[in-house]
T-cell receptor, first 109, second 113 residues
């Protein structure tokens, strides 16, 4: 089966940039996704990137894709306390969605 | 849009009792997923339905767990008998015919004591 790997925790200071990384094994994904889970809630789609792109910017969010290395990253500029959440990487090649374990982003003052 | 609706939101039950979790997917969606989330194991896919038919139930932990989807607008996940190690957040999610985006419910927070 497909594997999606993420580090479990990331701690940053408010105002700094956060970079959350993900590696995956399935190279057939047409889209790759980032989901965000706020405390006490379900996962929500945050952003995505088409597999023929290497970068996508959406306000404070930048998604970088290195297809050769099967590496996806999410950069959050000017991280705020409201960005504290669990961030999940998801691939879409298989009909069965595969999520990473999630990276808990902790933002401290 | 109503989104994916799950009930109950919270349940505390005693070991050995039957637990039934309910899900109403987004209208028109034809794929439904049940996930379990714990600190130790992260987000695990339990079962996946397509057009009300179970396609992959390899994630169902054991025979105590069962899931049904009698129609396109309703699914249940049942645990009988429940055990303390079943304590987790159970998410239902759905996906449309032409989409890749998965929409999650708010989750059912289960505590078995």
């Amino acid at each position: 089966g497909e594997d999606v790997e993420q580090s479990l925790f990331l701690s940053v200071r408010e105002g700094d940039s956060s970079v959350i990384n993900c590696t995956y094994t399935d190279s057939s994904s047409t889209y790759l996704y980032w989901y965000k889970q706020e405390p006490g809630a379900g996962l929500q789609l945050l952003t995505y990137i088409f597999s023929n792109m290497d970068m996508k910017q959406d306000q404070r969010l930048t998604v970088l894709l290195n297809k050769k290395d099967k590496h996806l990253s999410l950069r959050i500029a000017d991280t705020q306390t409201g960005d504290s959440a669990i961030y999940f990487c998801k691939t879409g090649g298989s009909y069965i969605p595969t999520f990473g374990r999630g990276t808990s982003l902790i933002v401290h003052p | 849009d109503a989104g994916v609706i799950q009930s109950p939101r919270h349940e505390v039950t005693e070991m050995g009792q039957e637990v039934t979790l309910r899900c109403k997917p987004i209208s028109g969606h034809n794929s439904l997923f049940w996930y379990r989330q714990t600190m130790m194991r992260g987000l695990e896919l339990l079962i996946y339905f397509n057009n009300n038919v179970p396609i992959d139930d390899s994630g169902m932990p054991e025979d105590r767990f069962s899931a049904k989807m009698p129609n396109a607008s309703f699914s249940t996940l049942k645990i009988q008998p429940s055990e303390p190690r079943d304590s987790a957040v159970y998410f239902c999610a759905s996906r449309g015919v032409s989409g890749n985006t998965i929409y999650f419910g708010e989750g059912s927070w289960l505590t078995v004591v």
